[in-house]
């Protein structure tokens, strides 16, 4: 599932984020539990919880089968 994560961010999410100057790296996954961290931009910015939610975690969801939460670390 690491791999799929891996290849789901750096072709669909990480292209969004970079174009508003954010990044995204993958941490951990354990258990269906996906840990990332938001970087550049996107780590200061107050809709950082939006963007987790709506657009990282929607979309993860659907796309990979078994992930049911994706948290941003520190």
């Known amino acids: 599932m690491k791999e799929k994560i891996e290849e789901f961010l750096k ?16 941490v ?3 258990d269906g539990v996906v840990k ?7 780590a200061g910015c107050p ?3 939006m963007t987790m939610a709506n ?4 979309r993860m969801k659907e796309a990979i089968p078994g992930v049911t939460k994706v948290e941003a670390v520190i």
């Open 36 to 42: 990332v961290r938001l970087k550049g931009a996107c």
């Open 11 to 26: 072709n669909e999410i990480r292209p969004a984020l970079q174009k508003d100057g954010g990044s995204i790296e993958l």
């Open 55 to 58: 657009f990282v975690e929607q």
């Open 47 to 49: 809709m950082s919880q």
């Open 28 to 30: 951990d996954v354990a």
